[in-house]
C-alpha cells in the first residue's frame, strides 16, 4: 500500500521536470525572439476567458466579441497610426525649440538641433540598427514575422479557449503513472504562471486605463494640443511599469512645454498627481499579493528588454511574482530533515 511519504518521493522527479520545462519555455522564448507572440497568447486567453460570462453558449458568444474587439482595436491601431505619421512632425516641430532650450539651460549636449537634424539622427539610428540585423528587408521579414506568429498566438489561445481537457481553473486528479503525473506538474506550473499573469496584467491594464482617461481629461483641460496621439502613447506605455510612466511623462510635458512654461508646469504637477494615485490604485487593487522590491522590478525591467524588447518588459513583473508564487509554494526543510539527509 502506498503512504503519502512514497507518493511525494514519486512526484518528486516530475516536479522537477516541469520547473525545468517551463524554465525552457521562457529561454527559447527569449532565444528565439518569441516575445511578443507569448504576450499575444497570453492576453488573447485572459480575454475570452473574461468574455466568457454565460453558462450556456459562452464560449461562442465569447468568441463573436473577442473578433470583434479585435477588429475595433485593428481599426483604432490603423487610424492612431494614421493620426501619428500626420501630427508627429508638428508635434516635433513645436516641442523641439522648448526642449533644447531647456536642455542648453541645464547644459545638455542634445544630438539634433531642430526637426530636420532629428531625422537625421533617427535615420543614422535606424541605419545602425539594420546593418546590427543584417539589412533593411530581413528587419522587415523580421516585423512580418512577429505579425504572423502574433496570429498564430490568438489562434493558440482559441484553441486553448475550445479545448475542454485544457483547464487552468481548477485541478484535476491525475492518475498514479509517472506519464500522467508528468503532465500534471507541467500543468501545475503553467496555472500558476497564468494565474501570476492575471493578478500583475490584469491590474496594469485596468490601472493604465484609469490613467489614460485622467490623463485625457487632463490634456483636453490645459488645451494641449494632439491629444488623441499622446492619449494613445499613455496607454500603451502604461502597460510597462515604472519606465514607461517616465517615457509617456516625457512627451507630454514636452508638448506642453511648447505651449507655454506654464502649462508644462501645471501639466507636470498633473502627472506626478496621477503617477501618486497610481501607487494608491497598486496598492488598492493589487492588495497584498504582490510586493516585489523596486530594485529587483527594474532589474526584471532591464533584462526583460535585453532579452525580448517591450514584451520583456510587460513580462518582467509577470515572470518575478511567479517565481515568488512558486517559492513560497515550496516547504521549507527543517533542521531534522536536513540532518536526516545527511546521515
Known amino acids: 500500500m502506498l503512504t503519502l511519504d512514497s507518493t511525494k518521493q514519486r512526484a518528486t522527479g516530475p516536479r522537477r521536470f516541469s520547473y525545468a520545462f517551463i524554465a525552457a519555455v521562457f529561454v527559447l522564448a527569449g532565444w528565439l525572439h518569441l516575445g511578443g507572440p507569448f504576450v499575444v497568447t ?3 486567453f485572459l480575454a475570452l476567458t473574461k468574455l466568457c460570462f454565460l453558462k450556456r453558449g459562452g ?4 468568441l463573436v466579441l473577442f473578433f470583434l474587439f479585435i477588429a475595433a482595436a485593428v481599426y483604432a491601431f490603423a487610424y492612431f497610426i494614421h493620426l501619428a505619421v500626420r501630427q508627429l512632425p ?4 513645436r516641442a523641439i525649440p522648448s526642449i533644447i532650450d531647456w536642455a542648453q539651460n541645464h547644459q545638455i549636449e542634445l544630438p539634433f538641433t531642430d ?5 537625421t539622427a533617427g535615420a543614422e539610428m535606424i541605419r545602425k540598427q539594420a546593418s546590427y540585423l543584417g539589412g533593411a528587408a530581413r528587419f522587415a521579414r523580421g516585423a512580418t514575422e512577429q505579425f504572423i506568429f502574433a496570429v498564430a498566438g490568438c489562434a493558440v489561445a482559441i484553441g486553448l479557449f475550445l479545448n475542454p481537457r485544457f483547464e487552468l481553473g481548477g485541478r484535476a486528479a491525475a492518475p498514479g503513472n509517472l506519464y500522467s503525473l508528468t503532465c500534471s506538474e507541467i500543468e501545475e506550473r503553467f496555472r500558476t ?3 501570476s499573469f492575471t493578478t500583475v496584467m490584469g491590474a496594469q491594464v485596468v490601472i493604465a486605463a484609469i490613467n489614460t482617461v485622467l490623463t485625457a481629461i487632463g490634456l483636453i483641460a490645459m488645451g494641449i494640443p494632439y491629444v488623441p496621439v499622446l492619449v494613445g502613447l499613455t496607454f500603451f506605455w502604461g502597460l510597462v511599469p515604472i519606465v514607461g510612466n517616465l517615457i509617456s511623462g516625457t ?3 514636452g508638448m506642453a512645454l511648447s505651449v507655454s512654461p506654464l502649462k508644462a508646469l501645471i501639466a507636470l504637477g498633473f502627472l506626478l498627481f496621477i503617477h501618486k494615485l497610481e501607487y494608491f490604485l497598486n496598492t488598492r ?3 497584498q499579493r504582490i510586493r516585489t ?5 527594474m532589474v526584471g525591467l532591464v533584462l526583460g528588454e535585453r532579452l525580448m524588447g517591450v514584451p520583456g518588459m510587460i513580462l518582467a513583473p509577470v515572470i518575478l511574482n511567479y517565481l515568488k508564487l512558486e517559492a513560497s509554494n515550496l516547504p521549507a526543510r527543517t533542521e531534522n530533515e536536513e540532518e536526516a539527509s545527511g546521515e
Not at 464560449?59 to 465569447?62: F, G, I, S, W
Open 285 to 287: 487593487i493589487v492588495g
Open 115 to 119: 526637426y530636420d537634424s532629428l531625422k
Open 59 to 62: 464560449k461562442a458568444l465569447a
Open 90 to 93: 508638428d508635434i516635433a516641430d
Open 251 to 253: 512627451i507630454i510635458v
Open 193 to 195: 504562471f497564468y494565474q
Open 42 to 44: 497570453l492576453f488573447a
Open 293 to 297: 522590491p523596486f530594485w529587483l522590478t
